[in-house]
C-alpha cells in the first residue's frame, strides 16, 4: 500500500514543525561543583576524597561479580529516610564518571526523596510536548 501525496507532505509538515521545536529546546546544564557538593553528590573534584574512595570501590566490586559487563542495581531503605536517595545516586554518578560508562538513574519512590530537588523533572522533555510522536 502506497501512501497519497498528501499524507506524505503532512507527515513531512509534522516531522519539519517538531524538528523546529526541538531546536528551540534548552541544554540541560551541568551543576557546577559548588552545586555538586551541595546536594552531596560525589564527583571527581569532591573535597570529600574518602567518601569518592568508599563509591569507586562499591562501583569496582559491583563491576568485578560481572566480569565488566553491563548490570543492574536496586537500592532501597528499610525505613525512610534510610539514604537509599543518597546511595543511588552516588552509585550513578561514580558510574558515569568512569572512562566509556554510563549510567541509568531510576527512582521508583512515589513520595519525594533528594533526587526530586536535584534532578530535572522529566515532563519538561515528555514526547506529548511535540505533537505528531
Keep these: ?47 570529600n576524597k574518602a567518601t569518592l574512595a568508599q563509591f569507586n570501590e562499591l562501583v569496582q566490586q559491583l563491576s568485578a561479580r560481572r566480569a565488566g559487563s553491563n548490570f543492574v542495581v536496586g537500592v532501597t531503605g528499610v525505613v525512610r529516610g534510610a539514604g537509599a ?5 552516588n552509585v550513578a554518578a561514580a558510574l558515569a564518571a568512569e572512562h566509556r560508562r554510563t549510567a541509568l538513574l531510576v527512582q ?24 505528531g510522536l
Design 85 to 89: 536517595s543518597y546511595v543511588a545516586m
Design 108 to 131: 521508583c519512590n512515589p513520595y519525594p526523596t533528594a533526587l526530586n530537588r536535584l534532578l530535572v523533572p522529566l515532563s519538561r522533555y515528555r514526547s506529548d510536548r511535540l505533537p
Design 1 to 47: 500500500m502506497t501512501k497519497r501525496p498528501e499524507q506524505a507532505t503532512g507527515l513531512n509538515e509534522i516531522i519539519g514543525a517538531n524538528r523546529a521545536r526541538i531546536t528551540e529546546m534548552k541544554e540541560v546544564s551541568r551543576l557546577s561543583e559548588v552545586e555538586f557538593e551541595a546536594h552531596r553528590v560525589v564527583h571527581p573534584l569532591t573535597r
